[in-house]
């Protein structure tokens, strides 16, 4: 955690120099409609009531891997690496301080994170899709089903995956446009895509997503984290990305997750289940033990 909390703070204080002129086009009111509407959307999805059920399959067969993960301390993790990720881009965009170009900067990466949630709000309710820990029999997973439901059948896909990955790729973008230190520039890319991939991960290691919720996750956020600010440009784009760069957004979410995975975790086993029934033979009693070990 203090790791990726030191990235973050690097990403934000030591880019601060070079600018170059960056022509991004907003419509102030247009744009803050949007932002208002797909955060009244998100909202509004929040409060459907979601009934699901058990699935028969997967969507890919090394989700069946995950269904008894579960660890509260790589959720919490994952819950503080979302609000780095995001607020992170966020301070990037205002660097030079609440200027014009700041703040259209800003607007559209609102912009970005608001409509990724809305997309990913009405997804959950209409795939309802069980979280991996409602298979787990561990009273820990019990109680959080019986302590949130609704949450429980929301898996797919995952929010904390579509919203880091949106805020990393639009953060970056944006700041690779505006900034003509080419260093820095890498360093947003490789450090916030870090960040994404770690949450992911641990998104899997707590129980609360499959591996099908991550991917999907991930190139949606990304997705739109290229369209949205792609569309506020309209082609006038005055940088093209270096090789730096583009090696960063090719390695630097692997790394991420590969980081994450080593973090020591205390992470609860998964119960046996099992019974015990008597066993009756010609020759003498006992007890068989029957079940999945």
């Not at 703070?9 to 208002?36: C, F, I, K, Y």
């Not at 809305?118 to 997804?123: H, K, P, S, V």
């Not at 870090?194 to 990304?222: C, E, I, P, Q, W």
């Amino acid at each position: 955690m203090r790791r990726g909390i030191a990235i973050a703070v690097l990403l934000v204080a030591a880019p601060a120099s070079a600018q170059t002129a960056d022509p991004l086009r907003v419509n102030g009111p247009g744009d803050a409609a949007v932002v208002g509407g797909a955060l009244a959307l998100t909202g509004l999805a929040a409060l459907v009531p979601v009934h699901g059920g058990p699935w028969a399959h997967e969507l890919l067969s090394v989700d069946e891997r995950v269904k008894q993960n579960l660890s509260p301390p790589a959720a919490l993790t994952s819950d503080v690496l979302l609000g780095v990720t995001v607020l992170g881009p966020l301070a990037l965009q205002l660097r030079g301080g609440f200027d014009e170009a700041g703040s259209h900067r800003a607007l559209v990466y609102g912009e970005t994170i608001a409509v990724n949630l809305a997309l990913n709000a009405i997804t959950k309710v209409a795939v309802a899709r069980p979280r991996p820990y409602t298979y787990n029999l561990d009273p820990a997973a019990r109680a959080q089903v019986e302590h949130s439901p609704r949450d429980s059948q929301r898996s797919f896909y995952s929010g904390h995956a579509s919203t880091t990955f949106a805020a990393a790729v639009a953060g970056a973008y944006l700041f690779s446009q505006s900034s003509d230190d080419p260093a820095a520039r890498t360093a947003v890319w490789a450090g916030s895509l870090m960040l994404a991939g770690a949450t992911s991960n641990l998104r899997v290691r707590a129980g609360k997503h499959f591996y099908s919720d991550v991917l999907t996750g991930a190139v949606v956020g990304t997705g739109l984290g290229v369209l949205v600010p792609a569309l506020h440009y309209g082609g006038r784009q005055p940088h093209a990305l270096l090789p730096s760069e583009w090696i960063a957004i090719g390695t630097a979410p692997l790394a991420g997750a590969l980081l994450s995975q080593a973090i020591p975790f205390r992470e609860r086993a998964a119960p046996v289940q099992a019974r015990a029934l008597p066993w009756v033979t010609g020759r003498g009693a006992g007890v068989m033990v029957a079940g999945v070990f």
